[in-house]
């Protein structure tokens, strides 16, 4: 490796995933801090931490110069910008370049073209890429109102720099558009520093699956297979798997077919995902965005291919070439991933911030558990509330549900509350277990029959 | 060579050929702080990169940004206290630039918004709770508040009995 020494640009459980990748490949690391991060565990196992600024990310971690100076000023040679914050910010990738840093991601301009889910769905299409009925950006409230009167309600109002669900939100009527627009607008821009909307029609019964991409400067794409992130409550992912094992084979290979291709028409390089819609009754599918960076659950992916994600990102940004092609890649047993978020279920998921009074992970040898959490550790209002993603395997999708589940029951954290106990409940219901739910089927049909405590 | 004078020298140059206001980053004992335009000189400034105490850094940041709460809060008489429900950053109105949802003066109802309590990037709406007139605004725009923190005194319209 040329890279000697990574800035990692985020905080949470990835710093610690991208720091642990680091110290893996004999690379220094560094981790950029607000003054709420300063005794992180990512800042703890890091080599050192430089610190640029206050808690509110618009201050610190949302500032391309603070960053980049960070970089300088702390002797690194390249920047990881792990996922949300500046991760799908062009200017970041832009900066480091011209400060002669390696930006850990694709591009600027597939940043740029692929991370604007407005461009996104244009270059898809060009592609041959199925793409649902939208729009491009608006920028009032009545330029909304006018748009969704010609795609039709319910319709989905969308975040331009979005991804991971933030800044979205479903809406019914011109009415509630109206009065939803601008706050839906500063959750954007309070996440990813830009308040730009669109609008996407509403698919009522749906399945949400993604494709894994690692390309390299070389020209080689691969894709390591799908991912099924079909539980969700307001568009956030809760329970991931993978293999999608509601695919059948004929539409798995579509599927992943359309992912490459749109990776080769943006000639990607480096990790990325292409998120797709899934019509079973139909068989059909349709392109929801490309998130030009690391996902949150990528685990599930590393965990049945054996790839490990991050530390490809960083050959990748290295220069080298791909080790794998994709006649290696294959998929082995099943993985699911639970977010467990710092939010209380027994008072509809209000966040809950404060201080981990006790912590203790479960140790199978077939659960990994993705955290920045320990005992003592303050969990700021500042920032989201995934506090551990809990990850298990087993050889096929019901050893992992079975496995999932005694991991949810011994997995106790105390002092903040967790969305652990819907994650079981998600686990141990007939609908999940016989692989029939919709993005719906949380907040539609577990939800209110669903009684916490 | 991290907050070596060669490091702090790349961030200097970086500063210069760039069209950043101002930097403020920290590694260790060192403190590195520049501004575009300072008053003293007209080109980016200087600052003083500065090797500063390590006592000193942490007396100057290790402050929380919490609003102070006034010690003796003035509350009128008979007046109901909106306090935060959780920690959060205080909002005071629905975007940069715009009106604040609730000044002194002002008349609500009991399902009036107050303000946004942002918690963990959720935007929650908190509502002023009784009718009446607004009496005291506590909280400033921005800043973070602590669970219980009084926000907004609104006086009832009604005497609540």
Not at chain 1, 24 to 48: E, F, Y
């Amino acid at each position: 490796m040329t890279i000697r020494r990574v800035l990692v640009a985020n905080r949470g459980e990835i710093a610690v995933r991208i720091v642990q990748a680091c110290r893996a490949g004999g690379i220094d690391v560094i981790v950029a801090v607000s003054d709420a991060d300063q005794d992180s565990l990512a800042a703890r196992l890091a080599n050192d931490v430089v610190r640029i600024g206050p808690a509110n990310p618009a201050l610190s971690y949302l500032r391309v110069e603070q960053v980049i100076a960070a970089a300088l000023l702390s002797g690194c040679d390249a920047v990881h910008p792990g996922y949300g914050f500046l991760s799908e910010r062009a200017e970041l990738a832009d900066a480091c370049v011209e400060h002669g840093l390696v930006f850990v991601g694709p591009p600027a301009d597939t940043i740029r073209r692929g991370g604007d889910k407005v461009e996104a769905r244009r270059v898809a299409h060009s592609a041959g890429v199925p793409t649902g009925s939208g729009s491009a950006s608006v920028g009032s409230v009545d330029a909304a109102v006018a748009v969704a009167a010609d795609v039709g309600y319910p319709i989905l109002l969308k975040a331009a720099a979005g991804g991971g669900g933030r800044g979205m939100v479903r809406v019914d009527t011109p009415d509630a558009l109206a009065s939803r627009f601008a706050t839906a607008s500063r959750e954007a821009e309070a996440a990813f520093g830009d308040g730009r909307m669109y609008l996407e029609r509403y698919v009522e019964r749906a399945r949400h699956v993604e494709v894994q991409l690692l390309g390299d400067h070389h020209g080689n794409i691969v894709h390591l297979g799908d991912r099924d992130c079909s539980t969700q409550r307001r568009f956030q992912k809760l329970v991931e798997e993978a293999p999608a094992a509601v695919l059948a084979d004929d539409l798995r290979r579509r599927i992943s077919d359309a992912a490459v291709a749109l990776g080769r028409r943006l000639d990607y390089r480096g990790a990325g995902t292409v998120e797709f819609l899934v019509d079973l009754e139909r068989d059909d599918f349709s392109f929801l965005e490309i998130n030009t960076r690391i996902q949150v659950e990528h685990p599930v992916t590393e965990m049945v291919t054996g790839i490990d994600i991050v530390r490809e990102q960083l050959r990748i940004a290295d220069g080298e070439p791909l080790g794998f092609d994709q006649g290696d890649v294959t998929i082995s047993g099943h993985a699911i991933e639970c977010r467990i978020n710092a939010e209380s279920v027994v008072d509809d998921f209000r966040p809950s911030p404060g201080t981990i009074t006790h912590w203790a992970p479960p140790t199978e040898a077939w659960v990994r558990v993705d955290s920045h959490g320990f005992v003592g550790y303050d969990v700021p209002p500042h920032y989201d509330s995934l506090v551990a993603k809990l990850i298990v395997t087993g050889a096929d999708r019901d050893e992992a549900i079975d496995r999932s589940l005694r991991a949810l029951d011994s997995f106790r954290i105390d002092g903040i509350a967790t969305t652990s106990p819907l994650q079981r409940a998600v686990l141990a219901h007939d609908d999940f277990r016989n692989d029939t739910i919709t993005t719906q089927w949380l907040e539609t049909t577990l939800l209110p029959s669903w009684s916490p405590g | 060579m991290h907050g070596s004078g060669d490091a702090i020298k790349r961030v200097v140059e970086a500063f210069e050929r760039s069209n950043w206001t101002e930097i403020d980053v920290r590694v260790g004992d060192i403190r590195v702080h520049l501004v575009a335009g300072g008053a003293a000189s007209a080109a980016p400034t200087e600052v003083p990169a500065t090797p500063v105490g390590s006592t000193a850094i942490s007396a100057a940041v290790g402050v929380p940004s919490i609003a102070p709460v006034p010690v003796a809060l003035e509350v009128p008489p008979g007046a109901h206290l909106v306090t935060a429900p959780s920690p959060g950053i205080l909002w005071r109105s629905p975007e940069p630039g715009a009106p604040p949802f609730a000044d002194v003066g002002d008349q609500l109802e009991s399902s009036t918004t107050v303000c946004i309590l942002e918690v963990m990037k959720l935007m929650s709406h908190i509502k002023a709770g009784v009718e009446g007139q607004v009496v005291a605004v506590y909280g400033e725009n921005g800043v973070a508040v602590e669970k219980g923190q009084p926000l907004f005194a609104i006086a009832p319209s009604r005497q609540m009995s």
